[in-house]
């Protein structure tokens, strides 16, 4: 059987030292693309382009879609003035990832939202964001863990009967890394939480009118290989490409 393309929405790395100082490179992390090879599926990384062409051609070519994780998403996609704690946007990726996901949507092709991608899938639904976790109320766990990216730092609770619950092995309470300091406000349309941390963070949502729409909060690409039952959301999402 052939092995389907997962697209790998990507983002812009800035050179900071050396003679290339400044110099613009399209990239992932590898991390994304040794979790689709491992789990089944041949990695694309998308570079993101100002082109509408460029989006239908990569959705024609790929057989599911990651959107990954890195800037926060411009507040104005939600109606909202930027806040003083809102890290870096960048709105022609906003624009792009929501150019991927409504040719991905029409075609009901899976899609995994990781991090900033579950934010920019609750958004594009009608949903809106916390610009950062000190906004909300009662926050009490730690949500930006800092280095060892491939260790857990607080649990979440999943709901169960879930794509989830199931992709977790029907476990609860499962450890998560954890590296943003924004989250889920509003919910978009269409969508259920499935999972959250202690303190009422959304750390996971899905769709189930589609046969795979699902976002996580927490980075499952960096503990493929620290905690095998990660991989169950690149195989489910192989799977469901398949």
């Not at 490179?25 to 693309?33: H, I, S």
């Not at 280095?147 to 977790?168: A, I």
């Not at 499935?194 to 976002?215: C, L, M, Q, R």
């Not at 690409?221 to 398949?242: C, Y």
Request: some cysteine.
């Amino acid at each position: 059987m052939k092995k389907p393309l997962i697209g790998i929405a990507g983002s812009i790395l800035l050179t900071k030292y050396g003679s290339s100082e400044g110099y613009r490179r399209a990239y992932v992390n590898e991390d994304y693309v040794q979790s689709v090879l491992q789990n089944g599926g041949i990695p694309v990384i998308i570079p993101v382009v100002d082109s509408l062409e460029a989006v239908d051609a990569y959705i024609d070519q790929i057989d599911a879609l990651i959107l990954s994780g890195g800037h926060d998403v411009t507040p104005q996609y939600y109606g909202e003035e930027p806040k003083p704690k809102i890290g870096q946007t960048w709105e022609l990726r906003d624009w792009f990832e929501s150019n991927l996901l409504e040719k991905a949507l029409e075609r009901k092709m899976p899609v995994l939202g990781i991090c900033r991608g579950l934010q920019i899938m609750n958004v594009f639904h009608g949903g809106s964001l916390w610009q950062d976790l000190t906004y909300m109320e009662n926050i009490e766990v730690r949500h930006m863990q800092g280095n060892m990216p491939d260790q857990t730092t607080h649990l979440v609770d999943v709901e169960e009967g879930s794509k989830l619950y199931e992709m977790m092995g029907q476990e609860k309470y499962v450890m998560v890394n954890t590296y943003h300091h924004q989250a889920v406000r509003d919910l978009g349309e269409g969508f259920r939480v499935t999972a959250k941390s202690a303190d009422g963070v959304v750390e996971a949502i899905e769709n189930d009118d589609y046969p795979f729409y699902v976002g996580v909060q927490w980075h499952p690409e960096m503990l493929h290989q620290s905690v095998p039952i990660m991989n169950n959301l690149f195989a489910g999402l192989i799977q469901a490409a398949q």
